[in-house]
T-cell receptor
């Protein structure tokens, strides 16, 4: 089954304790992205990757890191989490045949993070 | 001003009603218009996709784009309780990197 898998689904942590949220897709998609979803603000892009070893900042990158060492994986790293990073996080992927192509995003089922 | 405006609702309708969901936008470069459906505790999934202006129909769902007014709509006919979800509009420009900009979503409840 084609899917984007995020782990964990729920995570409660304390301020300053480094954490990683994993994302894996089995569709051989070039493009992957991380979003956070907050009430009243909607989905905002954190980082994206057009292909292996190519990453770039989205709209709200502060406090986050990513890496893309393999095509299928795109982990999100919070080196020193703070309470304002409490949110619902989504990983997404899509085919990226060219810079100007547009294809639908496939989303994971989300990771609910609480930072106390 | 946000690039994409969407009323968050909630919107409650009786089963069988026609539902109209709408978004306005300010960026005239947007050419691709999408509607995603998000069930509780799930990620968004693509429902409808249109390019430029016009209508597109898929079963009980119709998407409309009016670029002159910068206004897009999603109509749901004969609404069902299983349509209860949050509906997010999304749009992106043509050419170059295809960043997708999302509305905040409208929560819809269809009451049996």
């Amino acid at each position: 089954e084609a899917q984007v898998t995020q782990n964990p689904r729920y995570l409660i942590t304390v301020t300053g304790k480094k954490l990683t949220v994993t994302c894996s897709q089995n569709m051989n998609h070039e493009y992957m992205s991380w979003y956070r979803q907050d009430p009243g603000l909607g989905l905002r892009q954190i980082y994206y990757s057009m292909n292996v070893e190519v990453t770039d900042k989205g709209d709200v990158p502060e406090g986050y890191k990513v890496s893309r060492k393999e095509k299928r994986n795109f982990p999100l790293i919070l080196e020193s989490p703070s309470p304002n990073q409490t949110s619902l996080y989504f990983c997404a992927s899509r085919v990226q045949r060219s810079m100007s192509s547009n294809s639908p995003l496939h989303f994971g089922n989300g990771t609910r993070l609480t930072v106390t | 001003q946000k690039e994409v405006e969407q009323d968050p609702g909630p919107l409650s309708v009786p089963e069988g009603a026609i539902v109209s969901l709408n978004c306005t936008y300010s960026n005239s470069a947007f050419q691709y218009f999408m509607w995603y459906r998000q069930y509780s505790r799930k990620g968004p999934e693509l429902l409808m996709y249109t390019y430029s202006s016009g209508n597109k129909e898929d079963g009980r769902f119709t998407a409309q784009v009016d670029k002159s007014s910068k206004y897009i709509s999603l109509f749901i006919r004969d609404s069902q309780p299983s349509d209860s979800a949050t509906y997010l509009c999304a749009m992106s420009p043509s050419g170059g990197y295809q960043k997708v900009t999302f509305g905040i979503g409208t929560k819809l409840q269809v009451i049996p």
